[in-house]
Structure formats: structure tokens, C-alpha cells
């Protein structure tokens, strides 16, 4: 054969190979999305390639561009970017009230963990609820822990500091019920009431019936100010010892600068040298949001009855209280929430009220209500954000007063992968897909792989936005074009479009159903 024979042999073997792999494959999918930079969760770098889903998995990952497929739907992502859904490791609301989430769908939210800081539904049956849930037609993934402050009311222990045995083994009779209908584990807030009365023992003892059921404790931790950190840290990690132990919104209250971050970095690493697993969870903001009861004493608190503690010892209350909200960076940090005075700082309404804003806390607030407080800082904060063993979560809700509620996840994408590259976008995504996954015990959702869960986002990096701000909470992120919950567009060019999700369950094999 000639060199030009050979040539010519060799050109129509190229063509013919090539038409051969552009031409459609024989089997019809749901949905194919072509033409994307898959960025699979993993934090590998970006490869471009196509997904094919049939009802609500991913059935096929193909890296050839070329081949064409038939297919129910397309979605040309036409080089935008496709990503697993986020996966939000701490959140808060009520699904039998708001179960759209819609806040949570349009920041690429696709599932969520409910029953945080040690506040569950108020159920002896935890799954029944859930059974309730899934009835419903929910926007994202629903994920659930039983709350320890719940099982010390519903077990009758309530505000008990030393419990009777016939009442821990009522607790630990709910714990093992709320574990086996599906509960990834147990969430403490040991910052709240009645939480902050359990000791060691008894959260050793719930720990431990959470870890052989392959749970995980994930906890409010007592105190994060920055002088009780290590404190409140060895009584979570001392529970390690019994099941995996995750720091919720990890934080130091008043802590400046990157080596005090390192440093409480450190105590969590040094935990895994010796075997146990520690990890925790993060959100992008300088200021937390939560109940103003935070400001006040134990013992102004239920048990106790707090109009006597003002006619008895209010003297002593209002200098506790002005202590401690001058420690909090005075009270121009304290931004209210909720009630008549929401959206003023403590500052503003104690001079609309002529009055000092202890005063003000004792007389017009008092234990009810919630509130943003500015007492974070941002190296620290994205200091933890850095560590690979810290994922990302919201902390927010539909209703809360709080921009990290609507805004998180695209936050952490606009703020900390395109303005300022603390992170390459295959790191933002690991964060908030896989590693949340993983450590939470999800095995069949976070990554872009054959036999995963379809959950799905098409998006431009670039044109993402997080457009809550402190003054207006409510407003929903910006970018995500597509939203796909179990393999179905639930979200999409800024509007819903159908309620896809499910409550997740954890099993005993690890794979939630």
C-alpha cells in the first residue's frame, strides 16, 4: 500500500471513528445536560463532559463532548458550570409551615439538616413527623437530628440539673426510637435552656447510645467566647470518645486575628491524632443570630421565674446585663430581630427611649425575641473557612432576620472564590457538597457520579450574588440558573418550579433513604 493509500485509510478511520462517537446512543435518558465544566464535588479541578439522569440518578457521567444522546429534556448549560447541590449543614425552620424553603433553593441549597442547637419537634415520634413531612411536597432534601433540649422536656427531666435515672432512661428510650426512624444524631445547645443544665455524664451517656446507632453528636457548644473556648470544646470532644463529634457554627466570640483561630484548629487536630472524628461547619458572616436570652444570666432563666428575679435582685441583673453587652462590643452590635423593635440596635432604642439600654433589656425586651450580634471576626472566620476538615453551613431559615438565611452559600462563592480567592471554586464546592456529605453520614448525594442522587445546580460563577443584606434579610440569592432536586428542575432563572424534595433517613448502612 502506497503512503498515500495508507493516508487515506488512515483519514477515513478517523471520521468514521468519530461519527461513530457522535452518533446517538441507543437509550433514552430523562434528562440530558451537555456542554458543562463539571465540577464533581471531590475538589478536583474542573473537567468538561455531559450527565445523563434517569428518574432520580445519575445514570451516566461521559467526558466525551462529542457523543450525542436522546433524551426527554436537555439542558444546554452552554459552559457554565454543573455542580452537586449544596448540601447545608445546619439550618433551621419549619417545613410543615414553610415547606417550599424557597431561600434555601435559590442559593443552591438542596438539602438541609433540621432539629439544631438541641431543639427538635416536639414528638415522642420522630418519625411519624418525618412520615408527615414527606407527604408534603418540600422544595429541597430534608435532613433531621433530634434535639437534646427536646428529649430533656418530653422525657419529663426538663429543667432538672441532677435527673433521675427513670429519667434518663425515658431520654435514652426517645433518643434510641428518634435514631432508628432516621435522625443523622444528636444536636446539643448547651448555650440554651434547657441544655445548659446537662452534664458531662449525661451527654456522655447520650453520646454513646448516638454512636452505636452511627450517629453523630453536632453541637452548639456551651460558651464561644473566646476565654471559655477550650472549656466548652473538651466537654464536646470528651464525647468523642463515643461516636464523631461536629462543632456547629464554629466561632470565637471577641478573638481577633489568624493565630487564635489556629490555635483552637490545633486542639481539634490533635483529637484526630488520637483517633477520634472532629469536625464542624461554618458560615460567612461577622455577626451570629440568635435568642436574646444569650445576654442574660442562668439564673434569671427558667427554671426560675423572671418577674421575680427583676422585683428581687434587679439591680444585679441590669449590671450583669450591661457587663456583658459592653464585652459584646457595646450595645451598637446588638441589631434586634424580631418584635416591635426590629431592625434597631440596642444603641438606637435605648436613645428613642431615653433610657440606658440595660433598662431596656430588663423592662421592654426581656427573655423573648432574637437578634444579630457583631462580635465576629473575619480572619478568624476565614481562617476556619480554609481548614479542610470545616464545611460550610447557613445557619439561617426562611424567617430569621439574618442574611446568612438567603445568602450563604453564595456568599461564600462571590466573596471568598471570586472577589477574594481564599478558595479555588473546586474547594467552595467540596465544601458545600461531599465533605458536608460525608461527614454527616449522606452517602448517596454531594458528588457528580453514576448511581448518586441527581441532585444538581447550573451556574455562572461569575454572576453570583448574594443580595441579603442585614437591613433586608429576605432577599434571595442571585445566579443559580438551575436547580435539580432528585432529577427534577425545582428551581430555576430565579423562580421555583416545582417542590422535588424528600426527607433523607439514615439507615444503618450509612445511605440515607
Request: aromatic content about 8%.
Amino acid at each position: 500500500m502506497s503512503p498515500k493509500s495508507r493516508f487515506s485509510y488512515l483519514l477515513i478511520f478517523i471520521l468514521g471513528y468519530a461519527i461513530s462517537c457522535a452518533s446517538p446512543s441507543t437509550e433514552t435518558y430523562d434528562l440530558w445536560i451537555k456542554n458543562a465544566l463539571i465540577i464533581d464535588g471531590t475538589g478536583s479541578d474542573p473537567f468538561w463532559g455531559q450527565v445523563l439522569v434517569n428518574g432520580e440518578e445519575i445514570a451516566l457521567v461521559d467526558r466525551d463532548t462529542t457523543k450525542s444522546y436522546t433524551a426527554s429534556e436537555v439542558i444546554d448549560a452552554k459552559g457554565r458550570v454543573l455542580t452537586p447541590g449544596f448540601i447545608d449543614a445546619h439550618s433551621h425552620g419549619n417545613p410543615l409551615e414553610t415547606p417550599e424553603f424557597t431561600n434555601f433553593l435559590a442559593m443552591g441549597a438542596t438539602t438541609i439538616f433540621l432539629g439544631q442547637d438541641g431543639s427538635s419537634p416536639s414528638t415522642t415520634d420522630l418519625g411519624g413527623w418525618m412520615d408527615k413531612v414527606d407527604s408534603l411536597d418540600l422544595g429541597p432534601n430534608i435532613a433531621m437530628f433530634v434535639g437534646h433540649g427536646t428529649l430533656r422536656m418530653l422525657s419529663g427531666i426538663q429543667y432538672d440539673k441532677d435527673p433521675t435515672e427513670e429519667g434518663l432512661l425515658l431520654m435514652d428510650s426517645l433518643l434510641v426510637d428518634a435514631m432508628e426512624a432516621g435522625s443523622f444524631g444528636l444536636s446539643t445547645g448547651l448555650e440554651y435552656n434547657p441544655g445548659y443544665l446537662a452534664g458531662q455524664d449525661e451527654l456522655n451517656r447520650l453520646a454513646k447510645i448516638t454512636g452505636e446507632h452511627g450517629g453523630m453528636v453536632m453541637s452548639h457548644m456551651r460558651n464561644e467566647d473566646d476565654e471559655y473556648m477550650e472549656e466548652s470544646l473538651a466537654e464536646l470532644l470528651a464525647q468523642g470518645w463515643y461516636c464523631p463529634v461536629h462543632v456547629s457554627h464554629i466561632k470565637i466570640v471577641y478573638a481577633k486575628g489568624e493565630e487564635r483561630a489556629k490555635e483552637i484548629l490545633a486542639i481539634l487536630d490533635s483529637e484526630r491524632n488520637q483517633g477520634k472524628t472532629v469536625t464542624a461547619d461554618v458560615y460567612p458572616y461577622e455577626a451570629s443570630y440568635t435568642g436574646i436570652s444569650l445576654l442574660f444570666p442562668d439564673w434569671a432563666k427558667p427554671p426560675a421565674n423572671y418577674d421575680e428575679v427583676v422585683a428581687q435582685r434587679r439591680q444585679e441583673l441590669e449590671k450583669y446585663l450591661r457587663n456583658r453587652v459592653n464585652l459584646r462590643n457595646g450595645p451598637q452590635a446588638t441589631l434586634m430581630g424580631t418584635g416591635a423593635f426590629k431592625g434597631k440596635t440596642l444603641k438606637e432604642i435605648a436613645e428613642e427611649l431615653g433610657k440606658p439600654f440595660e433598662k431596656v433589656l430588663v423592662e421592654d425586651i426581656g427573655l423573648s425575641g432574637s437578634a444579630a450580634y457583631f462580635v465576629m471576626d473575619e480572619e478568624v472566620m476565614k481562617t476556619f473557612l480554609k481548614d479542610p476538615n470545616i464545611c460550610v453551613s447557613s445557619d439561617g431559615s426562611p424567617t430569621s432576620n439574618h442574611p446568612r438565611g438567603h445568602g450563604t452559600f453564595a456568599k461564600i462563592i462571590e466573596s471568598y472564590v471570586i472577589e477574594e480567592p481564599l478558595l479555588s471554586l473546586s474547594e467552595a464546592i467540596h465544601k458545600m457538597t461531599e465533605l458536608t456529605a460525608r461527614k454527616t453520614g449522606i452517602s448517596d448525594r454531594g458528588l457528580i457520579r453514576e448511581g448518586m442522587a441527581a441532585d444538581l445546580l447550573v451556574f455562572d460563577p461569575e454572576l453570583i450574588k448574594a443580595t441579603a443584606t442585614y437591613e433586608n434579610p429576605y432577599q434571595l440569592a442571585e445566579g443559580f440558573d438551575v436547580v435539580l432536586v432528585n432529577g427534577k428542575i425545582a428551581f430555576k432563572d430565579g423562580k421555583p418550579m416545582g417542590r422535588q424534595g424528600r426527607v433523607l433517613r439514615k439507615v444503618s448502612s450509612g445511605k440515607a433513604l
